[in-house]
């Protein structure tokens, strides 16, 4: 399996990830998570990172797809991969075309107002960066983390205000790719979230069975 998924800000592509490569043993891209080990980690990627996102400015698509090529590279063969995080334009769209033949694309449908519900709830520790939710996964002392007792903090791009900002600027970036791959009639299945509460384990099982009719997996 060759998937993208997509997903707004705060719909829960990390989970759904994670749970399809324990289910079905793909290895996940997830773009996000890369450049921010690097500028972490400082490394010659993070700083080239770093400069571009201290500018404001995104992080050029060469340079993304160089990153994207050396993950791919380590995919042992035969084996499926989910990419999160990429491609963000039509350009890289076209470019990921030349590199990798997609079966797939994921796509997590979730109403902005439980994202919005999602995020503004969420805490993370200054400590060792654990994730809470003053909502669905309190922490056993309020504003103090479980695991190292450090104080929690609200993100700042975590506000109402902000969090509608991101979802626009997602919307704006993903419509265009979605009608790009319907043109090019690659199969989009959709996970539809309507409930805050509803827990990932059903939408996964729902994904997998679709998945299974569409023969992707077996
Ligand atoms: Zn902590």
Not at 48 to 61: F, R, T
Request: aromatic letters at 6%.
């Amino acid at each position: 399996m060759k998937a993208i998924i997509f997903g707004a800000p705060g719909a829960g592509k990390g989970t759904y990830s994670t749970r399809l490569k324990t289910k079905l043993g793909v290895e996940v891209i997830a773009m996000g998570d890369i450049f921010r080990t690097q500028v972490k980690e400082n490394s010659e990627l993070g700083k080239k990172v770093q400069s571009y996102v201290e500018k404001g400015a995104l992080v050029p698509d060469e340079i993304v797809v160089e990153v994207l090529k050396q993950h791919l590279a380590k995919v042992p063969n035969g084996s499926g991969v989910i990419l999160d995080g990429f491609p963000r334009t039509l350009e890289q769209a076209k470019t990921l075309e030349t590199i990798l033949q997609l079966d797939i694309i994921i796509l997590l449908d979730v109403p902005d107002w439980i994202i919005i519900e999602r995020l503004s709830s969420r805490r993370i520790c200054k400590n060792c960066s654990a994730v809470y939710n003053t909502r669905f996964l309190k922490p056993k002392i309020e504003n103090i983390c479980d695991k190292c007792h450090g104080e929690l903090y609200q993100r700042p791009d975590d506000n109402p205000d902000v969090i509608q900002n991101r979802l626009k600027i997602y919307q704006d970036q993903t419509s265009p790719l979605l009608i790009y791959y319907k043109e090019k009639n690659v199969p989009i299945i959709t996970s539809k979230t309507t409930d805050i509460d509803t827990p990932p384990e059903p939408l996964v099982e729902q994904m997998f069975e679709e998945l299974k009719k569409l023969k992707i997996v077996n």
